[in-house]
């Protein structure tokens, strides 16, 4: 096994995901089988309990893991499925060690975080890359150089080195190279004191790729190669580029394939990239544009929903338009509900799509049912993903059903229209953390709906996330006034899709098609909705 560690420096948010993802694809068109983990020096468990606004999106995995939306870029670009251990966190690590206390599996030691806890974490890399049947792991270490959090994850990757062989382990370091100035200088200083901060846990860099706005001047290349004891050929240039799709190619121009595979001793054929430069060139070239709302309550950090964004890239490189996504923040009741209102609807007016993603909480609700209606009294291409679909539901049941207050009961435990539920095995649940209907889970397609004709199947596997669902007790009274639940679970008892035929393109499903779009490969629904907004906007609204 070649171990390939990817650690961060100065700040976060530098890109460590995307270089290790862009690495594990050059490696993979190589020739070669990759598989990605990614260590998060946080106390929680999993992903699966924050706020969108402390960690971004949560990326649901086919067994159900609840993970960093790093492991999203990892699947899109390695065109793999993993699973939740390739998720290492703290709380992960620290429960582990603590049950093999209790249970005297360390004789009596003192249990230390030298040895215990770095052994732990060594043996939880090796095991699961070895259970992956990878020839090539690349670890990103979370966070930054310097933190107290990462420090023991540091000291496993120092000493997994040792343990393995300097000839298997290599370690790749990112920092940034800001701009200062009104004469552009790159300043190498932040990435000198983030490499030596590096070195002094024992840790020397292999490669150094440098975060900078414009492209790394030749003499920053030198300076942070004489200062960091790197050469010259081992620093590399990320610089900006207009999608993250095109940094692969960035890096492989620079030679950092040859340099990895040199470093690592992995003799392997050409370097095939075809594919991947066509899915980029398509992305990069399309003719027509489109304008969708997503409309949510987690749009000032757009990471929130960063696996919605990636599922319109790929359904825009196959379809030849470029997406406007217009974020818009779900309006609250309030003294200024109605001037909100009117805001989102003068926004909703000019656009082609709407889309109305998951969500948690009572926050907003009222305003994306309301920018429901507007889509379906406007004929505007429509999807609702999760609570978007429920909430399409309760829109339905208010305003053509006429049951006036109709609602979730995650939102109003007293209505006395409940056509949104929750699920009967949620009942005894107690804990939040991994409680929920997660991961993979079959549903069955009628032929001749929406639905059918966007899969092409009658039976999918699409990944979940809810405690909630639409109420079995109101389904055929729902039937009744129109609206056709096309897909179901397979024991008939969960509605998985639901569209509006009156409509041209009125659909929603329970499960996260968002998590299985890939390049040359975009989630049906999605794609759907970009080729409606195409003919909505072709056919002037």
């Not at 079995?472 to 008939?492: C, L, M, Q």
Request: with cysteine; net charge negative.
């Amino acid at each position: 096994m070649k171990y390939i560690f990817i650690s961060g420096g100065v700040l976060s948010g530098l890109g460590k995901g995307i270089t290790a993802s862009s690495i594990g694809l050059l490696l993979k068109e190589s020739g070669l089988k990759v598989t990605a983990i990614k260590v998060d020096p946080y106390l929680n468990c999993d992903a699966g309990t924050m706020n969108p606004y402390e960690h971004g999106e949560v990326f649901v995995l086919h067994d159900g893991g609840e993970v960093d939306l790093d492991l999203g870029n990892y699947e899109r670009f390695l065109d793999t499925y993993l699973s939740s251990d390739h998720n290492i966190t703290t709380g992960k690590i620290y429960r582990s060690v603590i049950e093999k206390e209790r249970r005297g599996d360390y004789l009596g030691k003192t249990v230390q975080i030298i040895p215990h806890v770095v052994n732990e974490i060594k043996e939880t890399i090796k095991r699961v890359s070895a259970g992956s049947g990878a020839q090539v792991c690349m670890v990103e270490l979370g966070g930054t150089v310097g933190d107290i959090e990462s420090m023991p994850f540091l000291e496993a990757a120092r000493q997994l080195q040792m343990d393995e062989g300097m000839e298997n382990v290599m370690f790749v370091h990112t920092t940034l190279v800001p701009i200062m100035g009104v004469v552009g200088e790159q300043k190498t200083k932040p990435t000198q004191h983030s490499v030596k901060e590096l070195r002094s846990i024992g840790i020397q860099p292999d490669l150094i790729v440098g975060r900078c706005e414009e492209p790394l001047d030749v003499s920053t290349k030198s300076k942070i190669s004489l200062f960091c004891n790197v050469p010259v050929t081992g620093v590399f240039s990320a610089h900006d580029v207009g999608t993250v799709y095109s940094v692969p190619k960035l890096l492989h121009n620079q030679g950092i394939t040859d340099r990895v595979r040199e470093r690592l001793g992995i003799r392997k054929g050409p370097t095939r990239m075809k594919n991947w430069d066509d899915f980029v060139e398509r992305l990069g070239s399309c003719r027509e544009t489109v304008r969708i709302a997503l409309v949510g309550k987690y749009t000032g950090l757009k990471d929130s929903y960063i696996s919605h964004y990636k599922a319109f890239e790929h359904s825009s490189a196959e379809l030849g338009a470029s997406i406007d996504v217009v974020w818009i923040d779900a309006p609250e009741e309030g003294k200024e509900w109605s001037s909100d209102l009117d805001g989102m609807k003068d926004q909703l007016s000019s656009c082609d799509g709407v889309l109305v993603p998951g969500g948690f909480g009572a926050r907003g609700t009222e305003g994306k049912i309301e920018a429901i209606r507007f889509a379906r009294e406007s004929d505007i291409p429509f999807l609702g993903i999760c609570l978007g679909f429920q909430l399409a539901v309760v829109e339905f049941a208010r305003n053509v059903m006429g049951l006036k207050g109709a609602n979730s009961t995650e939102f109003d435990p007293d209505t006395g229209y409940p056509v949104v539920d929750i699920l009967p095995e949620q009942l005894r649940v107690t804990q939040k953390g991994a409680t929920m209907r997660l991961g993979a889970q079959k549903a069955l397609v009628s032929e001749g709906t929406l639905a059918f004709d966007l899969y092409g199947k009658t039976e999918i596997s699409e990944r979940h996330r809810h405690r909630y669902e639409i109420n079995p007790a109101w389904i055929e009274r729902i039937r009744e006034k129109g609206w056709v639940f096309s897909a179901v679970s397979e024991d008939g008892i969960k509605m998985e899709v639901g569209e509006l035929p009156r409509n041209r393109f009125h659909i929603g499903c329970q499960f996260h098609p968002e998590f299985l779009s890939h390049p040359r490969r975009p989630a049906p629904l999605f794609y759907g909705l970009v080729q409606a907004a195409l003919e909505h906007r072709r056919n002037g609204g």
